[in-house]
């Protein structure tokens, strides 16, 4: 009949809005954790110069920046993981290799600290 009808095209009209706008959380999560991670990588490029060039006092905020770092991008790892495992499960192949590539991308930065601090020397 005409009543069951609408209530089907309704709820099938509810479960398309509903993935569409969980689909738009995925990908605003993903843009602030990219925005997160561009704001990170402009603070190093500005720390960048010839290693000869570092001053004790460079040294010193390049270390407690450093510290920094290494405590917030933990947390940005497990944002990236989280984000990638959501986008497998709703079969969003290309924001899951994005997600993926920034965790990686991440994982690496994180390495690169680990590495200054033990040669207490600017990242290369």
């Known amino acids: 009949n005409a009543e069951t009808a609408a209530q089907l095209v309704a709820n099938r009209a509810e479960k398309i809005q509903n993935t569409q706008e969980d689909r738009q959380k995925k990908m605003d ?3 602030v954790l990219t925005e997160k991670v561009q704001a990170i990588n402009y603070s190093l490029a500005t720390m960048r110069k010839p290693a000869n060039e570092f001053t004790d006092e460079d040294r010193a905020k ?3 920046r450093f510290s920094e770092l290494a405590i917030q991008l ?10 990638k495992t959501s986008a497998q499960r709703s079969q969003m192949s290309v924001l899951e290799q994005n ?4 965790q990686q991308s991440l994982v690496s930065l994180r390495q690169k600290l680990g590495g200054f601090k033990q040669d207490t020397g600017p990242l290369q």
């Open 74 to 83: 933990p947390p940005l790892i497990d944002e990236a993981e989280k984000i």
């Open 62 to 64: 390049i270390s407690m």
């Open 99 to 102: 997600a993926h590539s920034l």
């Open 29 to 31: 999560d993903f843009r």
